[in-house]
């Protein structure tokens, strides 16, 4: 039984109880589930937690991917009862548009953590099967052509005299685009760029610019904590970081050692009010 604790007493009403959707709940899932009970201690997270609800349980069949397309949503719903499970690989239909995703959780610890975050009955992409051996081999043909790419889009940058740093390549699933994700200190108009690689690659092209902090969460690396960068291995989004949070836990005597490697105050100063 998974207790709902909205009012921050340690006393639970009956109206206040959820049952899991599936009454046949896999071992490792009965691990975490069985941590959201009451505790004595306001958000335990050392022996047992309260979970607030913030939206009804939403009982699709929904798996929390992580996918290195254009998925602006971090959850997909699941056709045709398939059973997935964590580190699968699998093709992911949004709009017109295939994408490869990898499931990072499913089953009722989806379902508590979309209802903690408030997230109920939106429209979420689909996947629509496990990745087979053909998409294997697309999917190895679509990197190598990322790759080939760069070369191409760094002489064409030199060619039309652009300031851009080239990020990150990206060719969709499906070959239908292919994306150029860069970094500049301005504007920049890459109207005559994108007719010269829409003739060399033969598909659409879309350009991006990003800004530092995402710069530094598609490349990587290890923080001067010695883990990796926050941005990289769990923060889905960038919040706005200030001297005031510094100032608030006594950290304005080391401002110099407060910014990551990205050139902006670390994402982790926001940890301690959160």
């Known amino acids: 039984m998974i207790y709902i604790n909205r009012s921050g007493n340690s006393e639970l009403n009956e109206p206040?109880?959820?049952?899991?959707?599936?009454?046949?709940?896999?071992?490792?899932?009965?691990?975490?589930?069985?941590?959201?009970?009451?505790?004595?201690?306001?958000?335990?997270?050392?022996?047992?937690?309260?979970?607030?609800?913030?939206?009804?349980?939403?009982?699709?069949?929904?798996?929390?991917?992580?996918?290195?397309?254009?998925?602006?949503?971090?959850?997909?719903?699941?056709?045709?009862?398939?059973?997935?499970?964590?580190?699968?690989?699998?093709?992911?239909?949004?709009?017109?548009?295939?994408?490869?995703?990898?499931?990072?959780?499913?089953?009722?610890i989806v379902r508590i953590k979309r209802s903690s975050i408030g997230l109920y009955g939106e429209d979420l992409p689909v996947v629509i099967r496990k990745m087979n051996d053909e998409d294997v081999q697309k999917l190895n043909r679509n990197l190598k052509d990322e790759e080939k790419a760069v070369g191409f889009f760094k002489k064409a940058v030199a060619q039309h005299n652009l300031e851009m740093k080239l990020v990150k390549i990206h060719y969709q699933f499906d070959r239908k685009k292919l994306?150029?994700?860069?970094?500049?200190?301005?504007?920049?108009?890459?109207?005559?760029?994108?007719?010269?690689?829409?003739?060399?690659?033969?598909?659409?092209i879309e350009l991006r610019q990003i800004g530092v902090r995402d710069e530094a969460r598609e490349l990587g690396g290890i923080g001067t904590c010695g883990r990796e960068f926050c941005c990289t291995s769990f923060l889905s989004n960038f919040r706005k970081i200030t001297t005031q949070l510094a100032t608030e836990q006594n950290l304005m005597s080391s401002l110099g050692k407060l910014s990551g490697p990205c050139g902006k105050l670390k994402c982790c100063l926001s940890f301690e009010v959160e």
């Open 179 to 204: 994306y150029f994700f860069y970094t500049a200190d301005g504007r920049v108009d890459f109207r005559e760029l994108a007719k010269t690689l829409a003739a060399e690659f033969k598909t659409r």
């Open 16 to 108: 206040d109880k959820l049952s899991p959707s599936n009454g046949n709940i896999p071992f490792y899932q009965s691990i975490v589930i069985n941590k959201f009970h009451s505790c004595t201690y306001h958000s335990c997270f050392n022996c047992k937690t309260e979970f607030y609800s913030r939206a009804p349980l939403d009982n699709r069949n929904i798996v929390e991917i992580d996918c290195d397309g254009l998925l602006n949503c971090e959850y997909c719903v699941v056709e045709n009862g398939q059973q997935l499970y964590p580190y699968d690989f699998v093709i992911v239909r949004q709009s017109d548009e295939l994408e490869v995703a990898q499931v990072k959780a499913i089953g009722e």
